[in-house]
């Protein structure tokens, strides 16, 4: 049987994020062949996979990540089965690694064939999976390119956002992480009045519109009302006309428009 040292042991659990046993398990397995253990390490995780395939994955940690150039961004959120977990420092780490990794691909198909040091991004999910215990996958991948990308990531690592800008400016970048903390406080439903989905409108008319008949109000009057209802539905859930959480005397845009001639062209918003 061939002589496994801590060295190679301790090589091993800095590659693949296994524990000091199972690492040395594997090696042993292996006769000493580096990559043998490997590939017995991601064995287990797969046979940990399968078991696992049924569980629900609704904890995690969701990163937002934006190129050098601040022209191109990515929210993605890597989930796992307990809080515990989600909050383990390594396993954010992980998510903010994985997220770099994401940013320079272009959708969710090309992200998990992408490289991560030496190994697929899906092949590195199974293995991570075998060695924490528990269902890891990606679950939300949300692309966002334009002149001025910022993002927010809010504490606990919940929430994050993207904010795309019209042009890039000086004073961008805080503005852009402004508007995005905005839209993960207030969580608008769209940018503006003309990204809100007409079954939403629809809904909000009809809601409208029972309660002013049960205030009374005669029907012939209720579309009027309902209309201007509608205007402030739209004020406090469309992200460039609410009022800025900062300044309540002027609206998202306004605040944009300090930077000159800018505007915000597409928020991103996902939260666990």
């Known amino acids: 049987m061939a002589k496994i040292t801590a060295s190679e042991v301790n090589k091993l659990r800095k590659h693949t994020g296994a524990g000091m046993m199972d690492c040395k398990k594997a090696l042993v397995e292996a ?14 995780g797969q046979k940990v996979a399968a078991k696992r395939a049924d569980r629900d994955s609704a904890e995690g940690a969701v990163i937002a990540s934006v190129n050098g150039a601040q022209t191109e961004g990515v929210i993605i959120s890597l989930n796992c089965e307990t809080d515990f977990v989600a909050k383990n420092d390594d396993f954010v780490a992980l998510a903010k690694e994985l997220a770099a990794v994401a940013v320079a691909t272009s959708t969710k198909e090309e992200f ?44 606990g690592n919940k929430i994050a956002t993207l904010t795309v800008l019209s042009a890039s400016a000086e004073g961008a970048d805080v503005v852009a992480k402004d508007v995005s903390m905005q839209a993960a406080a207030m969580n608008p439903v769209a940018l ?12 909000e008319v009809e809601i409208a519109k029972d309660q002013l008949r049960a205030e009374g109000k005669p029907e012939a009057m209720l ?49 666990l």
Do not use: C, P, W
């Open 223 to 271: 579309d009027n009302i309902a209309k201007g209802k509608i205007k402030r539905f739209f004020k406090d859930n469309t992200l460039v006309n609410q009022m800025f959480i900062k300044d309540n005397k002027q609206t998202v845009a306004q605040y944009v428009k300090t930077l000159g001639d800018v505007t915000v062209v597409d928020f991103k918003r996902v939260s």
């Open 192 to 203: 503006n009045e003309d990204g809100v989905d007409a079954s939403i409108i629809e809904k």
């Open 112 to 155: 998990m064939a992408a490289d991560f040091n030496g190994t697929a991004v899906a092949d590195l999910l199974i293995e991570k999976t075998g060695v924490i215990g528990e269902k890891i996958e990606i679950g939300t991948y949300e692309k966002v390119a334009g002149n001025f990308v910022g993002s927010y990531i809010h504490a």
């Open 31 to 44: 006769e000493g062949d580096f990559q043998a253990a490997v590939d017995i390490l991601r064995k287990k």
